[in-house]
């Protein structure tokens, strides 16, 4: 095993860091440039009612746009940690059964190879016994320089390090977490959150021995979203995306023939519209996802799955931002 690379560990966190500070500052100016005029004593600024209910709108939005940032750095430290990539595909390449021949392309050769569970549990247990001894090497590096990380998130840290650990025991809870430390605004720490089961293949090589991957997604404000991945014969994917009438289907269609270009493969889409998948209007729920694939687990029906998981997460958070500034409009007309 390779020493951890303590100089890039403490860019990383540096530069995530001043990012966030100066996305904060920029996006929050207006915000931020009236705050004194709240301490004008009220004789000399007339009350003005509907400052309040939008300073507070503006607040709830700001602070949930940080805890999304704060839940990346805390996920990105955790690879740090577990000397993990950064990148999920990188991971399934590394953890790919085929030889990773430099003449063939990523995806294919990850279409036409099975993820090694064994490896990636052997990897997690290895590297996690190592984690918290790093985890307080770290904290004196920081310490060194001047720099400290909040006892909330040094708790925070060594919590995920000890789930990391309990889940090594288990191939499939091996991959649940994996899963979940490269989707970091689904809590690893709620069972809930993601719930992954492997099916078993036939005895006569029915459904289970086919390579597939299905997704059902809860979301906050499309209801139940299901994708069902599968290999074609053609060296390529198709998705069965069936969703709500008011998801945008279109959005999501761009977003993957983005991914089709990227991997220079195929993806074939077939979208269907199902009533019963919608929510009342006031029914709110938290983004939840079920993954259940076939036997071989596909690495690449595997990077694709994470993939569709977060374009149909960032789709979900999009409408929550546009319902706040809708929120925001009426409440100044008001």
């Keep these: ?49 509907q400052i309040l209910p939008q300073t507070t709108q503006q607040l709830a939005q700001t602070t949930a746009e940080l805890a999304l940032l704060n839940q990346q750095q805390t996920a990105n430290m955790l690879k740090d940690l577990l000397q993990m ?33 064994s490896q990636l549990a052997s990897m997690l247990q290895t590297n996690s016994k190592e984690a918290m001894t790093n985890l307080y090497k770290m904290l004196a590096q920081f310490n060194q320089l001047g720099l400290s990380i909040k006892d909330e998130q040094t708790s925070e840290l ?16 091996s991959l649940r977490t994996t899963m979940l430390m490269y989707l970091p605004w689904l809590p690893l720490t709620d069972p809930n959150a993601f719930k992954l089961e492997i099916a078993s293949a036939g005895a006569d090589g029915g459904v289970g021995a086919d390579d597939f991957i299905t997704l059902l997604i809860s979301t906050e404000n499309y209801g139940n979203i299901q994708a069902t991945i599968y290999k074609t014969e053609q060296d390529g994917i198709k998705i069965e995306l069936t969703t709500s009438q008011t998801f ?18 195929n993806i074939n889409l077939l979208l269907a519209i199902k009533e019963t998948f919608n929510k009342k209007q006031e029914e709110k729920s938290e983004t939840q996802v079920f993954m259940n694939t076939s036997p071989g687990i596909n690495p690449f029906l595997l990077l694709i799955s994470n993939t569709v998981i977060k374009h149909v997460h960032t789709i979900d958070y999009k409408e ?15």
Excluded: C
């Design 158 to 173: 060594s919590k995920l390090i000890s789930l990391v650990s309990a889940s090594a025991t288990s191939d499939v809870q």
């Design 248 to 265: 945008p289907q279109k959005d999501f269609v761009e977003l993957m023939k983005e991914e089709s270009k990227k991997h220079n493969i």
């Design 320 to 334: 929550n931002l546009r319902e706040q500034r809708k929120e925001k409009v009426q409440n100044g007309e008001s």
């Design 85 to 117: 990539p950064k990148n999920f595909e990188q991971l399934l390449t590394q953890l790919s059964t085929m030889p990773k021949a430099e003449a063939q392309q990523t995806a294919l050769m990850l279409l036409a190879s099975s993820l090694n569970t």
């Design 1 to 49: 095993m390779s020493n951890i690379n303590w100089s890039q560990i403490l860019t990383n966190f540096a530069s995530g860091m001043n990012n966030n500070v100066s996305n904060f500052v920029n996006k929050n100016a207006n915000l931020l440039g009236a705050g004194p005029q709240m301490y004008n004593p009220p004789q000399q600024q007339a009350p003005q009612p």
